[in-house]
């Protein structure tokens, strides 16, 4: 049995996330879903030749950003992780101390705790896409400046638009922000339907903030949730017409503007996705 299926182990997760686990007696806990967030499982990676060259070019290019002052003061840049596929998409805002050493978004206490967030709904960090919108640390893990998150947001629209995600949320008020375009409270934005160029978009607390603020974690188990909701019914089939509103989102997102990043190539939509 995969760890993801052991009951036991699920309620370690959502014990070490403050959620309290009641359990039926009369039904077997068959309710974690596979790994990948829906119904299938993330398909396996075998990518384009054309499409590695791209996230090679992509990685290179952050690599060596200049574009605003953080490079000065960065150990590395912190590109991002996981499925190259994934329909789960997390975003942060910055790398702290312990990703800037390590070149990895969401390590340390923070990234233990997204971990077990994600265990909680059933989800492998391999399975999902964690990046953040700043890819430098600014120095002593001050607020991401409107400059630098302009300067390098169209790295993470780039990654957004190579993973084509099936849901993305956004962790805590500066990645919603520089997503949604809006300086709304993040209380105003949590429990709403929101989307990122069609693409369903939810907002809950960063797990810095909820090491930070315990009684706040039932409320960001009660945003995955939700999101989990939103992913099932984005993959759920239109009884009239036999689509599911996935479908026509990678049918929208694939004839949308593509961004352009500086010595990036774009991508050439597979035959058949400009009809
Ligand atoms: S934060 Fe982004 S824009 Fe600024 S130097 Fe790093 S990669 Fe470049």
Known sequence: MSTVHNPLLRRHY???MGISVWQRRSLPDTDVPA???GSEPAPAV??????ADVWNALQDAVRGCTRCGLHAT?????????HPRAQWMF???APGADEDAQGEPFVGRAGQLLNA???AIGLKREDVYIANVLKCRPPGNRD?????TTQCEPYLIRQIELIKPRLIVALGRHAAHSLLKTDLPLARLR????????IPLVVTYHPAYLLRTLTDKRKAWDDLCRARRLLETATAPNLMTGRTSEASRDSVTARGPRTRVPGVPPITPPIGENA
Do not use: D, K, N
């Open 35 to 37: 790994p990948g967030g």
């Open 117 to 119: 967030m994600l265990f």
């Open 74 to 82: 960065r150990r590395q840049t912190v590109f991002g992780v996981g």
């Open 14 to 16: 959502l014990q070490a």
């Open 191 to 198: 429990g709403q339907t929101l989307s990122y160029q069609g």
């Open 144 to 148: 991401p400046q409107p400059e630098e």
């Open 46 to 51: 075998i990518p384009h030749s054309r499409e």
């Open 91 to 93: 975003i942060g805002e």
